[in-house]
């Protein structure tokens, strides 16, 4: 279980992580949300005690990252900047921590495998994609086989087929009790991986909850296009719904909450107006998202936020 | 520890730079040693024949210019070690690679402590290969001269092998450094300065001065040359005298425990992000 206990850390007069308090168990893949700039990776990098909190606590199965022994062992973890030496080989690299983690070579290329690198095993880091760097990232935290994983937008560089993979991956050893920690500022990226979800925004915590309770504080909405936009909005006007993408949607095309499909087509069979779709969206869990670190107009504003 | 050293090794021997740096300073050595005899045992033989010296200071033995010769890997050379020792903290910094090697060693104690007991090893590998080299290279050039070179003289082959601990020293100091600097840049563009330029002509300019020609003594390529009681800088009259060689290597040793408590107690006790 990784526990993050009234944590607080301010670089000179900015609040990067502010009382920030949240759990992830085990078994389950948590999300660890919010825009860039939110704090994740100074939370991840003071857990991981890289950084020092100004105060609070950050623990690993009850205790602090540095106290823990070979802690390679307990907790795999990798970083944003996914950090490694040029001129060493995929190999080499995971070679160079295996005797702190107490693994063999054997080990080595088994990880190495299991992230599908095992071809270029004995290339030069220095010339690999981001999208590889991720996959020897994440063998770098496999190594040690630990019960807790933290990850730091492994989703980044990925292609689509690669994301795939690494849901089903983190799906796999979540499956096998651990604890998975992902962190990532798109939710949409992580949204058929996680189980939980613990957004933040501008250092503190606005939600923590499962993703069915989250997805449960969304509004179905109902998208409508019809070649007579002016007769579209002025069904919608005299009709007083509220149209979200009404200022920079393409014309004829209305997105509307708070309302049913049925209702809209209704309406819009007795003012004779032509529509040509009318669907609705059943969550808007990225707008939710949005909503809740205060980046979108409607609703949930951050406190005193510029607009 | 046993695992944190066997890590610092593996880091080093899965990189290239180290073995381009050590084919560099043999390179360069053999040549320095090959020009060094040529022209201090002419100099030397000069004197035989009673032409008068451009140099002010007194004319060496045949002995001295074999035992000059032979350390001038300490005198000129340390560079090549106390940059390496120096690479292998920057680099860490550089490739942010300081980041998974602190996750896999949380203790930053323990992290420094292998670093610079692991450049221990790599300091005798340079010293072995710097000091063979200049010993090959001067001795041969000496020979080639009908000079006499002394291999067979115990003093001149104790100061030799005491070049090999000396470079290996000078790694540690290396280390000690790249952790207080950790600008991979900068820290190699200030040990060169420092090694080639400033330290030389302060000993220079110490040496005249009566009151601070103790002090200079006290310079770590000073040090360093104390510990093989030969001195380049010293028997061509160009410095002060050394330190006893025992005193050399506390002083040096002093140099790199220093760095490296003041590099603990700043960049490496900051947040790594």
């Not at chain 1, 005690?49 to 062992?73: D, H, I, K």
């Not at chain 1, 949204?191 to 504080?217: C, K, M, N, P, Y």
Request: charged share 15%; proline share 5%; with cysteine.
């Amino acid at each position: 279980m990784v526990a993050v206990d009234h944590l607080t850390k301010t670089f000179g007069a900015v609040r990067a992580v502010d009382d920030l308090t949240f759990t992830a168990h085990p078994g389950r893949v948590t999300g660890f949300l919010g825009p860039n700039g939110a704090g994740k990776t100074t939370t991840l990098r003071i857990l991981l005690g890289l950084v020092r909190a100004t105060s609070g606590r950050a623990t690993v199965g009850g205790r602090p990252y540095g106290e823990l022994r070979r802690p390679m062992r307990s907790v795999g973890a990798a970083l944003e900047a996914a950090s490694f030496h040029p001129g060493r080989s995929a190999l080499d690299h995971l070679r160079v921590y295996a005797p702190q983690v107490g693994v063999d070579d054997a080990r080595c290329r088994e990880v190495l495998d299991l992230v599908g690198l095992t071809s270029v095993a004995d290339r030069r880091v220095g010339g690999f994609s981001l999208g590889m760097r991720q996959r020897l990232g994440l063998a770098t935290t496999l190594l040690g086989d630990p019960g807790v994983l933290i990850l730091d937008e492994p989703a980044n560089g990925l292609d689509p087929e690669g994301i795939a993979w690494l849901r089903a991956l983190l799906r796999h050893l979540a499956g096998e009790g651990r604890t998975v920690l992902v962190s990532s500022h798109v939710l949409s990226e992580v949204q058929q991986t996680v189980d939980d979800v613990v957004i933040i925004a501008r250092g503190t915590l606005v939600h923590q909850s499962s993703l069915a309770e989250l997805a449960a504080l969304s509004e179905p909405s109902v998208r409508v296009v019809s070649p007579d936009a002016e007769r579209l909005h002025e069904l919608i006007a005299s009709a007083g719904w509220t149209d979200r993408v009404a200022q920079n949607g393409s014309p004829g095309v209305a997105v509307l909450r708070r309302v049913s499909a049925a209702e809209i087509g209704a309406r819009a069979f007795a003012a004779g107006l032509e529509i040509h779709e009318l669907a609705t969206r059943e969550v808007g869990l990225e707008d939710t998202f949005l909503r809740l670190v205060g980046e979108r107009p409607d609703g949930g504003a951050p406190k005193g936020g510029a607009r | 520890m046993i695992d944190a050293l066997r890590t610092e090794h593996r880091k080093l021997v899965t990189t290239r730079l180290w073995w381009v740096l050590l084919l560099t300073m043999a390179g360069y050595m053999a040549f320095l040693a090959g020009i060094m005899a040529f022209v201090l045992a002419d100099a030397s033989g000069a004197m035989g024949t009673g032409v008068p010296a451009s140099e002010p200071a007194p004319p060496m033995s045949p002995e001295q210019v074999a035992s000059t010769v032979y350390t001038l890997a300490t005198a000129l050379g340390y560079v090549f070690p106390v940059i390496v020792g120096a690479l292998a903290m920057t680099g860490e910094f550089r490739h942010q690679t300081i980041t998974p090697s602190l996750l896999a060693q949380p203790s930053r104690n323990v992290f420094l402590a292998a670093k610079m007991l692991s450049s221990v090893a790599v300091g005798l590998l340079f010293g072995v290969v710097g000091t063979l080299c200049t010993v090959g290279a001067g001795a041969a050039v000496l020979a080639l001269l009908g000079e006499p070179t002394y291999l067979s003289e115990p003093t001149v082959l104790r100061s030799a092998g005491l070049s090999v601990l000396a470079l290996t020293v000078w790694t540690v100091v290396g280390v000690g450094f790249g952790t207080l600097l950790t600008n991979q840049v900068a820290a190699v563009v200030v040990l060169l300065a420092f090694t080639q330029f400033v330290e030389p002509v302060l000993r220079i300019v110490l040496g005249q001065v009566e009151v601070l020609e103790g002090v200079s003594k006290f310079l770590p390529g000073a040090a360093g040359e104390a510990i093989t009681g030969s001195s380049f800088y010293a028997d061509s009259g160009m410095a002060a005298g050394l330190l006893p060689s025992w005193a050399g290597l506390l002083v040096l040793l002093g140099y790199a425990l220093l760095l490296a408590l003041a590099g603990r107690l700043t960049t490496l006790r900051r947040d790594i992000s």
